[in-house]
């Protein structure tokens, strides 16, 4: 079966140090990979996504960036944080090319700028 | 781009009451999806629906797929605590080949034991 691993869990990084966040998904190939993000527990925002090893979208312009260095692993970085970066980040993946099947979400990483 | 309006925004409901929300779009999507975010989790796919008309019931939470397809709703019997948390709901349109999922803003669900 399918598993997505997503980590750490919580996460307190002061103003102006980078950031590394990593997802990657277990039991199947070639996924669509989606990083988003929660404040103050309500909207889910989508930052960026990927359909192949390489490629990233980026929805919403900031202080982020995303890589997809192998077909299973998604990574979200910043080279340097600010104070409006803290928020509840999740990591999703679908079967790509592939209707009615949704989004699998990872548990979630809580991160504080400090 | 598509736009999901889900409400209420939040509910607060005493246990044992039965609650109701919904989404509608401007646009058709081919596939409504109910998921429930618990505190500190994320979200978990609890209702799937697939054509226009579709009922679909999961213990006690019934989702409908609207007529049009530019609407759905949940309903959830009886409430008990653990119905605690964030509901969403979202679309999928086809075509291409990312099929990327547009989300509402959430109802945020208190159930007052």
């Known amino acids: 079966s399918q598993t997505i691993h997503q980590w750490p869990a919580t996460l307190v990084q002061p103003v102006g140090s980078p950031l590394s966040l990593e997802c990657t998904v277990e039991?199947?190939?070639?996924?669509?990979l989606y990083w988003y993000r929660q404040a103050a527990g309500r909207g889910l925002q989508l930052l960026f996504y990927?359909?192949?090893?390489?490629?990233i979208s980026s929805e919403v312009p900031q202080n982020l960036s995303a890589s997809r260095p192998q077909d299973r692993q998604f990574i979200l970085s910043s080279k340097k944080l600010l104070l409006s970066d803290s928020g509840f980040y999740l990591c999703?993946?679908?079967?790509?090319?592939?209707?009615?099947?949704?989004?699998?979400f990872g548990s979630g990483t809580r991160l504080t700028v400090v | 781009g598509q736009q999901l309006n889900q409400s209420p925004q939040s509910m607060f409901i005493q246990e044992g009451e039965d609650v109701s929300m919904n989404c509608t779009s401007s646009?058709?999507?081919?596939?409504w999806l109910w998921y429930k975010q618990d505190p500190g989790e994320g979200p978990v796919l609890l209702i799937a629906?697939?054509?226009?008309?579709e009922l679909t019931s999961n213990g006690r939470l019934t989702a409908q797929f609207g007529i049009t397809r530019k609407d759905s709703f949940l309903n959830i019997s009886a409430s008990i605590p653990s119905d605690v948390g964030i509901y969403f709901c979202?679309?999928?349109?086809?075509?291409?080949?990312?099929?990327?999922?547009?989300f509402g803003k959430g109802t945020l669900l208190t159930v007052n034991p």
């Open positions: 990927s359909v192949g090893i390489g490629q």
């Open positions: 646009s058709i999507f081919n596939t």
């Open positions: 629906l697939y054509k226009a008309g």
């Open positions: 999703a993946w679908s079967i790509r090319n592939r209707e009615h099947y949704g989004y699998t």
């Open positions: 039991g199947t190939s070639n996924p669509n």
């Open positions: 979202a679309g999928q349109s086809s075509g291409g080949s990312n099929y990327k999922l547009t």
